[in-house]
């Protein structure tokens, strides 16, 4: 879906307070890793995650996403009854029921004439949420939509070191949990308008999506458990396979060539992935921040976080053509466009 009549009137992010080092982590888990024999540095060396970044204290989901969603409404200089749709896009979640969206939409008094609801897509939920609202926008059902991510990995990162601090925990597991511990928290919102009503703002033009949901069961949060059990070789090689594909449909329809686009907003994962990415793709390293090695994979909040970033430090400049690029868990992948 492509669109003429979106813009992004507001967009914030919130980085959680307390660094939690790999060093740190390495130290809990020696025990295990003398044990095992294991002398690779997986965390830093191979990963490039030093640290990543907590909360402190109790924080839920839904109180990140409202600490954001403020800021980004304060950025749109919009009023909360004009919102006509809030997505929340989080993993991380409150509650089974009622939806995250219902209880952020509440903190922020939004009107009775608001829809809200959760969206749940892996790493692509914040993309996805864009879309939804861009459609809703683009068709004039509403003029404001709301876009928010809270992610708290604090409980994953105490169960899954207690986990793998048993006396029997095996190098298989060690490995399959490990990504748990790149995982990191921070928050994130975005008011997209319809243009009319935000002159001069950043367009977003829409972008394309691909599947390849044959490999679903090649990562897996546990809900049950804060765990995720995640195989990063065969995530790579077929999320690598999906990003080709899925490239070439934003090359025909957003008329897409590397060179001329001005920064690559790249889902964080690690520097394995973000360097195989690059290479796969052309792309100019130059033209992407990355923010994994000092924050950790934030999931779905990953993408606007950067954006966010770049925008506060004036790296964004008028006419700007900036690529997003996603892949989540599931296999599923989507690459949009905003002008700036």
Same mark, same amino acid.
Request: negative net charge.
């Given at each position: 879906?492509?669109?003429?009549?979106? $813009?992004?009137?507001?967009?914030?992010?919130?980085? *959680?307070?307390?660094?939690?080092?790999?060093?740190?982590?390495?130290?809990?888990?020696?025990?295990?890793?003398?044990?095992?024999?294991?002398?690779?540095?997986?965390?830093?060396?191979?990963?490039?995650?030093? /640290?990543?970044?907590?909360?402190?204290?109790?924080?839920?989901?839904?109180?990140?996403?409202?600490?954001? *969603?403020?800021?980004?409404?304060?950025? @749109?200089?919009?009023?909360?009854?004009?919102?006509?749709?809030?997505?929340?896009?989080?993993?991380?979640?409150?509650?089974?029921?009622?939806?995250?969206?219902?209880?952020? $939409?509440?903190?922020?008094?939004?009107? /009775?004439?608001?829809?809200?609801?959760?969206?749940?897509?892996?790493?692509? @939920?914040?993309?996805?949420?864009?879309?939804?609202?861009?459609?809703?926008?683009?068709?004039?059902?509403?003029?404001?939509?709301?876009?928010?991510?809270? /992610?708290?990995?604090?409980?994953?990162?105490?169960?899954?070191?207690?986990?793998?601090?048993?006396?029997?925990?095996?190098?298989?597991?060690?490995?399959?949990?490990? @990504?748990?511990?790149?995982?990191?928290?921070?928050? @994130?919102?975005?008011?997209?308008?319809?243009? /009319?009503?935000?002159?001069? *703002?950043?367009?977003?033009?829409?972008?394309?999506?691909?599947?390849?949901?044959?490999?679903?069961?090649?990562?897996?949060?546990?809900?049950?458990?804060?765990?995720?059990?995640?195989?990063?070789?065969?995530?790579?090689?077929?999320?690598?396979?999906?990003?080709? =594909?899925?490239?070439?449909?934003?090359?025909?329809?957003?008329?897409?060539?590397?060179?001329?686009?001005?920064?690559?907003?790249?889902?964080?994962? &690690?520097?394995?992935?973000?360097?195989?990415?690059? =290479?796969?793709?052309?792309?100019?390293? =130059?033209?992407?921040?990355?923010?994994?090695?000092?924050?950790?994979?934030?999931?779905?909040?990953?993408?606007?976080?950067?954006? &966010?970033?770049?925008?506060?430090?004036?790296?964004?400049? =008028?006419?700007?053509?900036?690529?997003?690029?996603?892949?989540?868990?599931?296999?599923?992948?989507?690459?949009?466009?905003?002008?700036?």
């Amino acid at each position: 879906m492509l669109f003429q009549h979106v $813009a992004i009137a507001g967009l914030a992010h919130v980085d *959680a307070p307390r660094r939690l080092t790999s060093d740190e982590i390495n130290a809990r888990l020696k025990p295990t890793l003398d044990r095992l024999g294991i002398k690779v540095n997986v965390l830093q060396d191979v990963a490039g995650v030093h /640290e990543r970044r907590l909360w402190d204290g109790e924080m839920r989901a839904s109180d990140a996403a409202t600490l954001a *969603a403020v800021k980004a409404l304060a950025d @749109a200089a919009v009023d909360t009854d004009r919102i006509g749709l809030l997505v929340n896009t989080s993993v991380s979640r409150d509650y089974l029921e009622p939806s995250t969206a219902s209880i952020v $939409a509440g903190n922020l008094r939004l009107g /009775e004439n608001c829809q809200n609801f959760d969206v749940a897509n892996a790493c692509l @939920a914040f993309l996805n949420g864009m879309d939804i609202a861009g459609r809703m926008i683009e068709r004039g059902e509403i003029d404001y939509a709301l876009v928010v991510d809270g /992610e708290t990995a604090n409980l994953a990162y105490e169960k899954t070191i207690e986990r793998l601090s048993k006396a029997d925990v095996t190098e298989s597991q060690l490995r399959d949990e490990m @990504a748990t511990l790149t995982l990191g928290s921070g928050a @994130a919102a975005m008011v997209l308008a319809r243009a /009319e009503l935000a002159p001069g *703002a950043p367009r977003y033009r829409g972008g394309v999506t691909r599947s390849a949901t044959e490999w679903n069961q090649l990562c897996l949060g546990d809900l049950h458990h804060d765990r995720m059990v995640a195989d990063g070789r065969m995530l790579m090689i077929e999320g690598l396979k999906l990003g080709h =594909k899925t490239f070439a449909a934003a090359k025909a329809a957003l008329g897409w060539a590397v060179e001329e686009l001005d920064e690559f907003v790249i889902h964080q994962v &690690s520097r394995a992935h973000t360097q195989a990415f690059l =290479k796969a793709f052309g792309i100019d390293p =130059k033209k992407v921040m990355t923010i994994f090695g000092e924050h950790g994979n934030i999931g779905p909040a990953s993408v606007p976080i950067v954006l &966010s970033k770049l925008r506060e430090m004036g790296r964004l400049k =008028k006419g700007n053509r900036v690529a997003l690029l996603g892949i989540g868990s599931g296999l599923n992948c989507s690459m949009a466009e905003v002008v700036w």
